[in-house]
């Protein structure tokens, strides 16, 4: 079974210095990852994703996360933090296509709270 | 930009009545889906449809729940009789093909009284 740890429920951070959320995962075979953000009354809203490639990916409002097979982890980060990032962030993970046999199904991580301070 | 919508954004309900939750996923998206998030835990997978068809569902998804595409637009997820730990934000989701990104609406907050 596939399953996300954020270990982190809640990160601070002040506004222009790095920011990192923490996200493991464990899957059986090659995983697809996920990072989504929940504003306040809000739905999911995609960030960035990995597939294959190049391990570091970079989504939208300057976030990227970096792919580490050996230690199972998949860290959002943005070098420059700004209040309006305060949100939720959710980790996701899904197995690769061939071995689900055709199953879609996202399994989501807890999520961390980010609250960026002036 | 093309957007997967929800109606309605709350609904508050008694105990053992029906509810049906509507989604209007990304007009070119083929696969939906419907998630659920208990307040204060995490985003659970409920369903998948295709096709006309569910393709995998999950353990929470019992009787009680039935997914339709009544035409080209509309997703829905009914709920026949609504129990008290029905009380959640309902997503629905679709992508483009099998395996593509999940885009997500705004949720449904379900209230049951």
């Known amino acids: 079974a596939q399953s996300v740890a954020q270990p982190e429920d809640q990160v601070n951070v002040a506004e222009g210095n790095p920011l990192t959320v923490k996200c493991t995962y464990s899957?059986?075979?090659?995983?697809?990852l996920f990072w989504y953000v929940q504003y306040p009354n809000r739905g999911l809203q995609f960030l960035l994703k990995?597939?294959?490639?190049?391990?570091l990916v970079k989504g939208s409002y300057g976030f990227e996360a970096e792919f580490n097979k050996s230690q199972t982890s998949f860290h959002l980060k943005k070098p420059s933090a700004l209040v309006s990032d305060s949100a939720l962030y959710f980790c996701?993970?899904?197995?690769?296509?061939?071995?689900?046999?055709?199953?879609?199904?996202?399994?989501f991580g807890t999520g961390t709270q980010l609250k960026v301070e002036l | 930009e093309p957007e997967v919508t929800q109606t309605p954004s709350h609904q508050v309900t008694q105990m053992g009545q029906e509810v049906i939750l509507r989604c209007v996923p990304i007009?070119?998206?083929?696969?939906f889906y419907w998630y659920r998030q208990i307040l204060g835990q995490k985003v659970e997978f409920l369903v998948s449809?295709?096709?006309?068809?569910?393709?995998?569902k999950s353990e929470i998804f019992d009787d009680q729940f039935s997914v339709e595409r009544p035409d080209g637009s509309n997703f829905t997820l009914k709920i026949r009789s609504t129990k008290l730990e029905d009380s959640a934000m309902y997503f629905c989701?679709?992508?483009?093909?099998?395996?593509?990104?999940?885009?997500f609406g705004p949720g449904t907050r379900l209230l049951v009284l």
């Open positions: 996701a993970v899904r197995p690769t296509y061939i071995l689900t046999g055709g199953g879609n199904k996202l399994t």
């Open positions: 990995y597939i294959t490639g190049d391990n």
């Open positions: 899957v059986s075979g090659n995983p697809y």
């Open positions: 449809f295709y096709n006309n068809e569910i393709s995998e």
């Open positions: 989701a679709s992508s483009e093909r099998q395996g593509s990104t999940q885009y």
């Open positions: 007009s070119n998206h083929l696969y």
